[in-house]
């Protein structure tokens, strides 16, 4: 492990030369693991959990709102199968514009 840190330190992870958004990433990733590990979600309640969000959320700036707004819808979002069942049963219902008639350059 503490090879690993010092690898995320110096920024070599991933690619040769590594990036610092690559190095942050990881140590953040490897941060949630750890909190995730040692039960630090599990303690809290989903309320609390709840209210813990909602604060966080009413002390960002109004410019984050916007980003967070996708996020959450992006995490709302029905699964890619559900998706794709709905897709492929408005096609069969006759829905839907055929691809080829929109573009006609490909």
Known sequence: MAACHSRVAAG????????RLAAWLTLEWLRVACQQWMGYHHRMS???LRREIKKAVD???PARLESLADYV??????DLDKRL???EKAIAAGKGV????????V
């Open 12 to 19: 070599r992870l991933g690619e040769p030369g590594g990036s």
């Open 85 to 87: 069942d709905a897709a």
């Open 73 to 78: 819808d992006f995490l709302t979002r029905p």
């Open 98 to 105: 055929n691809w080829r008639k929109v573009r006609s350059d």
């Open 59 to 61: 002390k960002l700036p």
């Open 46 to 48: 989903t309320i609390e």
